[in-house]
């Protein structure tokens, strides 16, 4: 990931996509658990000029201000554990920085790993969960792309003596029912159309090399524990509630594994923090879709999550119905976020237009949002992608982006 300071976390938490970056520390966030009552609620992200109105469930951190209209009802959780709810008081500024007292750095994964950029032919059965990905469970449900005309689909799966488990579908997911999967060891799964077509030929546009390092590994008991005492803690409850399900997925999505147990793994110290728990977060967030609770945050996190494991199309549908689902001045921060993390993805697939079409779109929303810095920074990336592909228009944007050429 690309920090450049706390307060743009949010900014550029999409700005990994395909730059092999370590590890970062960054302080907890606090999450409005809810909101009741007739007003506004209006936040002031630290160094920035503007208030602005937000609905419940979005992040706050340590140096924003809160301001509730009088008879609103704000609660927040705070951390370390996130268990008791605080009220916030209404009609007067509030630093979040006073309302929880114990805040705490986090280590939050590395970034993308650049070999794992797929999911755009849709005529390929592409794999999309679980992928690249740590997981929770020993029988994980396999989900792959529906290719048009395909009747059957082969799904194998296999560790690095052999294959562990084969089987016919005519659906586009299923729950492994193989020999048992041991924690810690590599599988792969390859998926097959009865016409011919195979999840090994996924690729990134223009791509020299097809995607790869695309196995999950199944946490060993000790590690395992230690994430279940943690989401205990977030939500006691089942994640039926929005705020716990998105702080639960959150976690999951920065999750990695202590450096001391990666040997255990067979992972390296180069490779170690691009694995999460992105499959187990995928999952929570899929449920709430299911059971009704359509939101803007649902759907710009989704396709977070999809982008960090190298998904294009299901992170670029996410994106898209997050934007379609604005409704008004309280959306304007994840309209920003999903317009930014559109042109960070069409940047990493070599289509500058549309790259540009969207930065710019997330540079106003910089402006009004009183973020001059960012809108700045973006207006610079925008002015190099253009006098870039008119003096070569044969440019390779995604390398550039790589090189950090367009900074």
Known sequence: MIYIRKTVKLVLILAFAIITLPLSTVA???????ISGQGKVRVQREKRTEWIPVRQYIDLYQGDQILP?????VYVKCPPDYRNLVLVKAGVPSGLGSICISWANQDTRGSQAEETIGGIDP???YLITPRHSLLLTATPLIRWNKVSGAKEYT?????PTGLMWRTKTRETQLVYAGKPLKPGVSYSIVVQTDTGKSSEDDAAPNAQKKAANLGFRILRKSEAALVQVKVAKISPTPLDNEASALTVADFYSNYVLPQSVIQAYNLSANTFETYSLTSDAIAILESLLQQGKQSLLIYRTLGDLYWQTGLIRPA??????????????EDLEDWTLAQYSLGQLYAAIDNPK?????????????IFLGDSTLAEVLQRRIDRFKKTAVNDPSCDFRQNLVLGNFW
């Open 28 to 34: 907890q966030t606090v999450r409005i658990h809810s």
């Open 354 to 366: 549309q790259a540009v079409e969207y930065y710019s779109q997330a540079r106003l929303g910089y």
């Open 316 to 329: 670029e549908a996410n994106y898209l119905k997050a934007i379609s689902l604005v409704q008004g001045l």
């Open 155 to 159: 799904v194998e799966v296999t560790d």
């Open 123 to 125: 005529s390929i059965p």
């Open 69 to 73: 209209d009088r008879g609103v009802r």
